[in-house]
Nanobody, 121 residues
Framework: QVQLMESGGGLVQAGGSLRLSCAAYGSMFEIDDMGWYRQAPGKQRELVAT???????NYADSIKGRFTISRGNAKNTIYLQMDSLKPEDTAVYYC???????????????WGPGTQVTVSA
């Protein structure tokens, strides 16, 4: 069983930057895709960005040009560089791992516990 652990959340002013990290522990044999999702208070969880084993990236329209997802040299680590942050980016950010792009889109994934990102105006 794969376990995921996020780090790097916090409080930042609008226009600032944060970098989230996620490490996966356990067998990665069935994992090809990893990504980030977020859930704001009173809203549904939404996809932010994903990356697959070949390095193909997918971004939500709301964060394109501001956020960058990347993968470490080891397959089990991903990052989310968040620039030009806005108050509407405030949410709990979750790392996730799945077997395919379809699984990521349908949220048939393994979840980390989440990390809070708060952007003040």
């Amino acid at each position: 069983q794969v376990q995921l652990m996020e780090s790097g959340g916090g409080l930042v002013q609008a226009g600032g930057s944060l970098r989230l990290s996620c490490a996966a522990y356990g067998s990665m044999f069935e994992i090809d895709d990893m990504g980030w999702y977020r859930q704001a208070p009173g809203k549904q969880r939404e996809l932010v960005a994903t990356i697959n084993g070949r390095g193909t990236r997918n971004y939500a329209d709301s964060i394109k040009g501001r956020f960058t997802i990347s993968r470490g040299n080891a397959k089990n680590t991903i990052y989310l560089q968040m620039d030009s942050l806005k108050p509407e980016d405030t949410a709990v950010y979750y790392c996730a791992a799945g077997s395919s792009e379809d699984d990521m889109a349908a949220m048939r994934v393994l979840w980390g516990p989440g990390t809070q990102v708060t952007v003040s105006a």
